[in-house]
């Protein structure tokens, strides 16, 4: 796995408008990228930003802004450039050449990020996943000086380039890793199906909006919290007690982000399962951000993508202790029905957020009764695996289950019990 180099490096950054990406835009990103950059180790010295119609394929950018740019590289000796969109393999070649130094675009910079963090095996196995993949069209720019024949008995033609060589055995590693993550995420099925039966919650949001806290603060536990992007990668989850003698399985999960890498996204399937395979969803908002709207349709995008943009959702506004306007939260309060205000932080309002989270879940999931013969084994557990079991009591030669199933489910289950299978499915 390719690590960050240690110590604090200095970058330069540059971000380009286009006619799709409007200057503020670009700047708002930029602003991320910055902590981005904090996040991996680098301090940023400056921001540079071209407005162009459209971009060079050669360079990205310009080629007075390529010698503007190798000239402040020289004159501070900045030994890093760092760009807030994806380079071609060719354009970061070029830029290497011109300004001899590193040159990074964001999709490397969080992938960096992701390698730093990864502390459990299925991280450190997805991360790499999602390097080799970003990295196995790049090796023209990796590898330049690998470019000598190997011949020998037995080698058709010239023989294999060096070049040729990484990239199979890259592939073969990348089969190898693949092989693996579909290992874990069969256990995690597994795993899954042994928490059938009560209520699973996911916490969802964009990076560092304070979800891992919010799952400490309620279940007395003790995931990492650190004031950075993606502070926590791997999916951590805890009881958590709403009142009511109703508990909730809660799920922590990785922060979204801008741009986020698709080989990043496609690497940690098994984790984001999670989400995927979750009753609720509790969306988390840090509502004291300026650009909260925008992360908000990011999230919702990622959702989309994953096949849980229907899922029932509860808008959980975090942070609201340092709003210095809080009228702004009587628009929100109209634009989202569904939604609570806290602060995770001090503890405001987590009552107030329990009592949201029973709603839904008693919106979403009715309270039924079957009662069916003793011998009825594979009835009475698909009727397990489809809600929690609240009670079960043997009389005879039949059981009696109360069981919490989706409201959804409802009808299909009863005809289920009825022994109707073909209207059932």
């Known amino acids: 796995m390719i690590e960050l180099a240690e110590g604090r490096e200095r970058c330069l950054l540059v971000g380009v408008p286009t006619r799709q990406n409007t200057r503020e835009a670009v700047e708002e990103s930029l602003a991320e990228l910055a902590l981005l950059a904090d996040t991996a180790g680098a301090d940023v010295l400056g921001t540079v930003i071209q407005d162009r119609d459209r971009i060079d394929p050669a360079l990205f950018i310009g080629k007075g802004k390529v010698e503007e740019i190798r000239q402040r590289v020289q004159q501070d000796r900045i030994p890093l450039v760092i760009f807030d969109d994806d380079l071609s393999p060719v354009q970061l ?5 011109e300004w001899e130094c590193k040159v990074l675009d964001r999709s490397g910079l969080i992938l960096d990020i992701f390698a730093a963090r990864a502390k459990s095996s299925e991280a450190k196995c997805q991360v790499e996943l999602a390097q080799l993949e970003y990295f196995l069209p790049r090796l023209t720019r990796q590898w330049t000086h690998l470019s000598k024949q190997l011949g020998g008995i037995g080698t058709k033609g010239p023989g294999e380039t060096q070049i040729e060589t990484d990239r199979r055995l890259i592939r073969t590693r990348i089969a190898h890793l693949k092989e693996r993550l579909t290992r874990i995420s069969q256990q995690r099925m597994t795993q899954r199906k042994g928490r059938s039966s009560h209520t699973r919650a996911s916490l969802v949001g964009y990076t560092n909006v304070g979800k891992s806290t919010l799952l400490n603060l309620l279940s007395g536990s003790d995931v990492f919290v650190e004031n950075r992007l993606f502070a926590t990668l791997d999916p951590t989850t805890r009881y958590v007690p709403l009142g009511g003698g109703t508990d909730i399985l809660m799920t922590d999960t990785v922060g979204f982000i801008r741009k986020l890498p698709h080989h990043l996204v496609a690497s940690f399937k098994s984790t984001l399962e999670e989400i995927t395979e979750a009753d609720i969803l509790l969306h988390v908002v840090d509502v004291s951000s300026a650009t909260y709207d925008d992360q908000i349709r990011v999230v919702e995008e990622t959702l989309e993508d994953l096949g849980a943009g229907q899922k ?29 205000f806290i602060s995770a932080t001090r503890g405001i309002n987590i009552s107030g957020f329990k009592e949201e989270v ?3 879940v008693q919106q979403e999931f009715v ?28 009389e005879d030669n039949s059981v009696t289950l109360r069981i919490r199933i989706p409201r959804k489910e409802r009808e299909r289950l009863h005809q289920l019990a009825a022994g109707r299978p073909s209207s059932a499915r």
């Open 93 to 97: 070649r070029n830029l290497e050449r």
């Open 312 to 340: 029932p959702t509860l808008m959980v506004f975090n942070k609201v202790d340092r709003l210095p306007d809080r009228s702004v939260l009587a628009r929100i309060g109209e634009q989202y029905p569904s939604r609570v």
């Open 358 to 360: 029973l709603r839904l």
């Open 367 to 394: 309270v039924e009764q079957f009662t069916l013969p003793q011998t009825e084994q594979r009835v009475i557990s698909r009727l397990f695996d489809a809600g929690e079991v609240l009670e079960k009591v043997y």
